[in-house]
């Protein structure tokens, strides 16, 4: 890929909320992990574990435990628009003050990988952990991180440049809108 091609990759890689009803196969959704396999690691500890979930029944009991777009209240994926897929993020090493840098990292590596195979995704914090666990019969020595929703894409937000605002928005087509700041406001040449 040319510099441009790059460029635009990371334009077009956007959070994903809404999906076609399409299986993901299995070899795509392992080499995401493998990607995530592959990071740097605090200490090289290697911390992270993954679950992969497609299984409809067990998809459908994750969907209920994720909260979806904290700034459009009461919004979530229709029934015909959820994920058809779930990389789950465990930790098995509950007190390595690291692992939130190698799930961050871990996380980058997922979706931009899942990008190249025009997979949409979106990172998930905003969960219920507890039910999770339980739900995927988390041993009481792992803990769980996060949870990236997969699909094929069935939206294409819009970057709006905006120094102002931070909360992206549906317009009356039901078009995502999302704010990103200037270049310019965030960098600075030696100095603040």
Same mark, same amino acid.
């Given at each position: 890929?040319?510099?441009?091609?790059?460029?635009?990759?990371?334009?077009?890689?956007?959070?994903?909320?809404?999906?076609?009803?399409?299986?993901?196969?299995?070899?795509?959704?392992?080499?995401?992990?493998?990607?995530?396999?592959?990071?740097?690691?605090?200490?090289?500890?290697?911390?992270?574990?993954?679950?992969?979930?497609?299984?409809?029944? /067990?998809?459908?009991?994750?969907?209920?435990?994720?909260?979806?777009?904290?700034?459009?209240?009461?919004?979530?994926?229709? *029934?015909?628009?959820?994920?058809?897929?779930?990389?789950?993020?465990?930790?098995?090493?509950?007190?390595?003050?690291?692992?939130?840098?190698?799930?961050?990292?871990?996380?980058?590596?997922?979706?931009?990988?899942?990008?190249?195979?025009?997979?949409?995704?979106?990172? /998930?914090?905003?969960?219920?952990?507890?039910?999770? *666990?339980?739900?995927?019969?988390?041993?009481?020595?792992?803990?769980?991180?996060?949870?990236?929703?997969?699909?094929?894409?069935?939206?294409?937000?819009?970057?709006?440049?905006?120094?102002?605002?931070?909360?992206?928005?549906?317009?009356?087509?039901?078009?995502?809108?999302?704010?990103?700041?200037?270049?310019?406001?965030?960098?600075?040449?030696?100095?603040?």
């Amino acid at each position: 890929m040319n510099d441009e091609q790059i460029k635009s990759f990371f334009r077009q890689r956007r959070s994903i909320r809404r999906f076609q009803q399409k299986p993901i196969s299995f070899s795509i959704l392992k080499e995401c992990v493998n990607c995530a396999r592959l990071i740097p690691s605090g200490k090289n500890l290697q911390p992270l574990e993954y679950i992969i979930v497609t299984d409809s029944s /067990l998809r459908k009991k994750l969907f209920s435990c994720l909260h979806w777009a904290g700034y459009l209240p009461s919004w979530e994926p229709s *029934e015909d628009e959820q994920p058809m897929a779930y990389i789950v993020l465990i930790n098995s090493n509950k007190n390595e003050g690291l692992v939130a840098y190698d799930v961050g990292i871990a996380s980058a590596h997922i979706v931009l990988f899942a990008e190249t195979k025009n997979v949409g995704s979106c990172i /998930l914090l905003n969960i219920d952990k507890q039910r999770i *666990e339980q739900l995927l019969k988390l041993p009481n020595y792992y803990q769980l991180e996060g949870v990236i929703a997969l699909g094929y894409k069935n939206e294409s937000p819009v970057i709006e440049t905006d120094d102002n605002n931070r909360e992206y928005w549906l317009d009356e087509n039901q078009v995502l809108h999302v704010p990103k700041r200037s270049l310019d406001s965030i960098l600075h040449n030696q100095t603040y």
